[in-house]
């Protein structure tokens, strides 16, 4: 057997073995038998911790049929080694099963990291990239059929259309009290445009903005109507000590066919499947009242992304408070101390108003000419006064300040990672150049703001920088 498979089989029964979060004997014992049985080694056993699940499915795909019958017999065994299949392995091994079997292309496992973050909550969401009229005219007249059907086996339905109407029957001065709760440093204009985000998203949105640009995975920006399932999460560890597990994400897309009730006959037969391997289903009926905001599972990943992940136009600003001594990204306060406000404003100067394209590093392996010295020296401590009560006077060196300069970069890149998704950061924070000379900022110069006490100016206009040519 070859190594890519060995590895393979190692991350499927780790994850079948964690799913229910309980291991048994009877579950060591099997792990350790089919470790000796397929001669895993330690090595193997290691690197497999960090295949998704998506990539070990691939893997078994490509074994010919007996193999893959012999495997998932071993992966069901295991499943059921404690004499019961809870939700979990059942999902696993349909998704297997399914994938296995697929001859029409019908079924996608995905996999996609998410740092710190997990949701054990079971999930159906109808998704497209281009609005269907006939199949969401079907959904909608067929909504609470598909989401009794689901509830009863404990999955929620999520139905996006639904979801914002229900956030619009809502006052909005009750939503938008929740969203200041929950972000208490969001600006005005950003609460009303996240208020209008929230209440007109549509799935077309949803499935490529939000799922094509968080799993970054093509397969959501051109895909026919289709379920997407979360049906688990692979563990893996922490690389070094200081550093968060992370968790891939599982999600099984099932294309829906070209014909009448597509959606209520593919939720019947997945839930049909599902029946034949689950052992103890709790069945539950979904309670109803008024509408309510959620904040768990689906709702709250989709309201972060809605809250935290733009990726164009007018919310990747950043604007810079002079008066008030504050700084907005993307709408929301970063907290940062009037020193590091200006160190950030100084790097944004050097990289979007000079020709040096960004602020000249100095120290031993890169001495500063006596001119440069002064430039920066003066530049530096005017951009300070902008933000502090009490000026600095200008006989202090630049190079005297250098050692701070660093730490409050540091700094800096801490308090912006509170809320700029690793994705984008690199935009926002300042970052060292290709020959590590400079540091610069790399956000385009249309997308900076000054609010100054006559207005918001671009930052590359404000009158102020000609005087520190």
Not at 64 to 69: F, H, I, L, N
Not at 90 to 112: G, I, M, P, R
Not at 161 to 172: A, D, G, Y
Request: glycine content about 2%; overall charge negative; aromatic content about 10%.
């Amino acid at each position: 057997m070859r190594h890519h498979q060995k590895i393979a089989i190692a991350r499927l029964i780790s994850d079948l073995i964690k799913s229910d979060d309980v291991i048994c004997k009877e579950e060591v014992a099997l792990y350790n038998h089919i470790v000796c049985s397929f001669d895993i080694s330690q090595d193997e056993l290691h690197e497999a911790q960090f295949v998704s699940q998506a990539e070990a499915v691939s893997y078994i795909r490509n074994m010919v049929p007996s193999e893959q019958k012999k495997i998932f017999s071993i992966l069901r065994k295991a499943a059921y080694s404690d004499n019961s299949c809870v939700a979990r392995e059942a999902l696993l091994l349909q998704t297997l099963s399914l994938t296995l079997n697929d001859t029409n292309n019908k079924y996608h496992l995905l996999s996609t990291l998410m740092k710190g973050w997990q949701n054990p909550e079971k999930y159906v969401v109808y998704i497209e990239s281009d609005y269907m009229p006939a199949i969401n005219e079907e959904v909608m007249q067929q909504y609470e059929m598909i989401s009794n059907l689901l509830h009863l086996w404990k999955f929620e339905f999520i139905y996006i259309p639904q979801l914002t109407q229900s956030l619009r029957e809502m006052e909005r001065s009750y939503l938008c009290d929740i969203i200041r709760y929950m972000n208490p440093r969001l600006s005005t204009e950003m609460l009303n445009n996240l208020y209008e985000r929230l209440t007109n998203f549509t799935t077309e949105s949803f499935t490529r903005d939000y799922l094509a640009n968080s799993s970054h995975h093509n397969h959501f920006y051109d895909i026919a109507p289709s379920l997407l399932i979360n049906v688990g999460l692979s563990h893996v560890p922490a690389s070094l000590p200081a550093q968060q597990d992370t968790y891939f994400i599982n999600f099984l897309t099932i294309r829906l066919e070209d014909e009448p009730d597509c959606v209520l006959n593919e939720v019947r037969r997945f839930l049909d499947e599902y029946e034949t391997y689950i052992t103890e289903p709790e069945y539950h009926r979904p309670k109803r009242g008024k509408t309510l905001f959620h904040y768990h599972g689906f709702y709250k990943q989709l309201f972060d992304f809605l809250a935290r992940h733009h990726t164009n136009g007018e919310e990747n600003r950043i604007v810079i408070d002079i008066p008030a001594r504050r700084i907005w990204m993307r709408g929301i306060e970063v907290q940062m101390s009037a020193t590091q406000l200006a160190t950030y404003v100084f790097i944004l100067h050097q990289t979007l108003c000079t020709h040096h394209g960004g602020l000249i590093k100095a120290g031993q392996h890169n001495p500063l000419s006596e001119k440069d010295e002064m430039r920066l020296g003066l530049t530096y401590h005017a951009i300070c006064n902008l933000f502090r009560d009490t000026p600095i006077t200008e006989e202090r060196s630049y190079l005297e300040d250098v050692a701070n300069i660093r730490g409050y970069i540091a700094r800096i890149r801490t308090a912006i990672a509170h809320h700029i998704d690793d994705q984008d950061i690199k935009f926002y924070t300042p970052q060292d150049t290709s020959d590590k000379s400079r540091y610069h900022i790399a956000i385009e110069p249309t997308n900076v703001i000054l609010r100054t006490a006559s207005g918001d100016i671009p930052f590359v206009e404000y009158p102020f920088w000609k005087k520190l040519r």
